[in-house]
């Protein structure tokens, strides 16, 4: 398991793209919505959680090189636990 440290900014952002393209896709499969004002939104929101994946996965990556201990320690971030499957 790895654990490094994410700035509550970046946590957020990581968390409303990954949000805003679950919804999307969720608005597909829902009949809530008129048919073109549903698609429309759901490809909007779709649109906006892929566009945004590239930038997140790099903040990511950058995050789990940076030297975590030291934004504990000055308390600016939130310790995050990711468990890789590959071994």
Do not use: C, H, W, Y
Not at 14 to 39: H, M
């Amino acid at each position: 398991m790895t654990t490094f440290t994410l700035s509550p900014k970046l946590l957020g952002f990581l968390i409303s793209t990954r949000a805003a393209l679950a919804f999307g896709v969720g608005l597909l499969a829902a009949s809530r919505l008129p048919e073109p004002q549903r698609r429309r939104v759901a490809l909007t929101l779709i649109a906006l959680g892929a566009a945004t994946t590239i930038p997140a996965a790099r903040s990511l990556f950058r995050a789990r090189n940076s030297n975590s201990d030291a934004a504990l320690e000055e308390g600016v971030g939130v310790p995050v636990a990711i468990e890789s499957s590959a071994r």
